[in-house]
DNA sequence: CGCAGAATATGATAAAAATCACATTTCGGA
DNA sequence: TCCGAAATGTGATTTTTATCATATTCTGCG
């Protein structure tokens, strides 16, 4: 469903958009054993989302990555669209082909209802929304 | 979610369930391309399966691969579960951990409970009940 | 200006998943 | 009994994903 890598990214994602903004930046070396992600890896990853206008980077001395508050307004599935591509959320759960309701394959009616919701989920949600639950206590960021 | 290898494994225990009985055995080289997997590949699946108990196999000639009334009758996890091992169906969204609703991580909401509805579905269907659908023309077993 | 601190670019390595190839064992039938 | 047809066992290769390492470019500050 999701790669490891669009995992970590989602993380990194939440844990900026708790824990920056435009006036406070973090460097990736003091992020990755936060959200326990190897550190070139992720940053990598920030390469990508950043290049990607999914976070905001500026460079030399005080600079860092953050979230801006253009970007914590992004739906969730811009992180992973950019991390995984586009149609590997949205793949049949038999073959390779995408989910298509029109011919649905045989798992397709145990499983293509909650996949879509799913998505769905993920095209209406922001990241600032998510980070609403966590920082009230409901949701946590984990490890 | 389902790694290719499941994926295939269950279009591999599908077919054999719809085209094949104790009487009837196919070798893998009659089924590769009617389920467009890689014929080594798709022999070594079968392989674990059969092992497992997933599904049926006799050597020599006039052998080959079955599913037997009683393997029909097992429940689609009963499949995923072997090639994939038990775990990773049930992992968090966001980090390596079990989902645990107990300490929902900030994505649980969202597909917790579509993930858990899917996994409910592929414990209590049978295989047996899901090629059901397939004959009646309801769903389709795709390349 | 020039230096150090930061992201960025590039590519190498390691690990895992997918794929391929072949030797071995078992079994039915002539 | 023996031969060939089939699964089984083992391991090698390729591809993708994950990880690591390093060189390069940009930028604020003194
Ligand atoms: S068509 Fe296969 S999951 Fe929707
Ligand atoms: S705890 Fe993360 S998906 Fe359930």
Redesign the interface.
């Known amino acids: 469903?999701?790669s490891n890598s669009a995992?970590y990214a989602?993380?990194a994602v939440?844990y900026l958009a708790l824990h920056t903004n435009e006036d406070n930046k973090l460097m990736v070396k003091d992020i990755y054993s936060r959200i326990?992600v190897p550190q070139s890896y992720l940053a990598k990853l920030m390469q990508k989302l950043s290049k990607n206008g999914i976070i905001s980077s500026s460079r030399g001395p005080k600079g860092g990555f953050y979230a801006s508050n253009q970007n914590i307004d992004l739906p969730?599935i811009r992180v992973v669209e950019v991390i995984d591509g586009e149609q590997r959320l949205r793949s049949?759960?038999?073959?390779i082909?995408e989910c298509d309701s029109e011919?649905?394959?045989?798992?397709?009616?145990?499983?293509g209802n909650?996949?879509s919701?799913?998505i769905k989920?993920?095209e209406e949600?922001t990241i600032k929304q998510?980070?609403g639950?966590?920082k009230s206590g409901k949701?946590?960021?984990?490890?």
Chains 1, 2 share one sequence.
């Open positions: 469903m999701l995992k989602l993380k939440l326990n969730l049949c759960m038999l073959s082909h011919n649905p394959c045989a798992l397709h009616d145990l499983v909650a996949n919701f799913f989920n993920l949600t998510l980070i639950d966590v949701s946590v960021l984990p490890l």
